[in-house]
Each structure stands twice: as structure tokens, then as C-alpha cells.
């Protein structure tokens, strides 16, 4: 069992940043895919960015390539998300997820998800 928790969303102004943070519970997090998704109000949940076990692969959605990194710290059983440039299109509740393989067009799938944490871009 993984539980997980986000927290650094809020309110930023466009070409603003905040930075996301995943905490795990269970001793198993490094072993599972870490991935974080968002969802706009009457959209679809969408792939945001995943990253590997260890750290050494991390894959983006081409909406936020460039301006967002992924990361984690399976010391501190922790994932964080750095989102700079923020436009008033990555307004969205942003969801953190745990899979031994996190696919992208299939979040349907995924075995853990957190809550959830609002990010507001205002233009």
C-alpha cells in the first residue's frame, strides 16, 4: 500500500512558478514509477511528467516541456514537481501518482493517486 499526499498548489500570476510535492507513505516507494497528472474543470486527466525508480528517466508531456521538472528524493520518500513559466492554460488540479508502471494514456490504470492540489494560473 502507498498513500500519497501533495501540497504546494495555490494561486500564481502567468510567468509565475510554484513548485509541487508528493509524500509517500510505505516502504516501498522506490520501488514504483512516480508520475504526476492534471485535470481541468470538464476535461480529461492528462499526463503531465513521469519519472523512474531511481531517478534517471523522467518523461514530459509536450505542453510543459521545458518549463516543468520532475524529481524525487526516495530518502525523504518524496516527488516534486518545479512548474516555472506558468500560463493560465496549466490552471488544473494536479494529482500525484505511484505505478510500477506509470503509462501515460492509460491513467485509468494507475494503481495510487493522491488528493489532489489546486493551481490557479491568473493572466
Known amino acids: 500500500q502507498v498513500q500519497l499526499v501533495e501540497s504546494g498548489g495555490g494561486l500564481v500570476q502567468a510567468g509565475g512558478s510554484l513548485r509541487l510535492s508528493c509524500a509517500a507513505s510505505?516502504?516501498?516507494?522506490?520501488?514504483?514509477?512516480m508520475g504526476w497528472f492534471r485535470q481541468a474543470p470538464g476535461k480529461e486527466r492528462e499526463f503531465v511528467a513521469r519519472?523512474?525508480?531511481?531517478?534517471?528517466?523522467?518523461t514530459y508531456a509536450d505542453s510543459v516541456k521545458g518549463r516543468f521538472t520532475i524529481s524525487r528524493d526516495n530518502a525523504k520518500n518524496t516527488m516534486y514537481l518545479q512548474m516555472n513559466s506558468l500560463k493560465p492554460e496549466d490552471t488544473a488540479v494536479y494529482y500525484c501518482?505511484?505505478?510500477?508502471?506509470?503509462?501515460?494514456?492509460?491513467?485509468?490504470?494507475?494503481?495510487?493517486w493522491g488528493q489532489g492540489t489546486q493551481v490557479t494560473v491568473s493572466s
Open positions: 501518482a505511484a505505478d510500477p508502471k506509470i503509462d501515460g494514456n492509460n491513467w485509468h490504470k494507475i494503481d495510487y
Open positions: 519519472i523512474s525508480w531511481n531517478g534517471a528517466i523522467t
Open positions: 510505505g516502504r516501498t516507494f522506490n520501488r514504483y514509477q
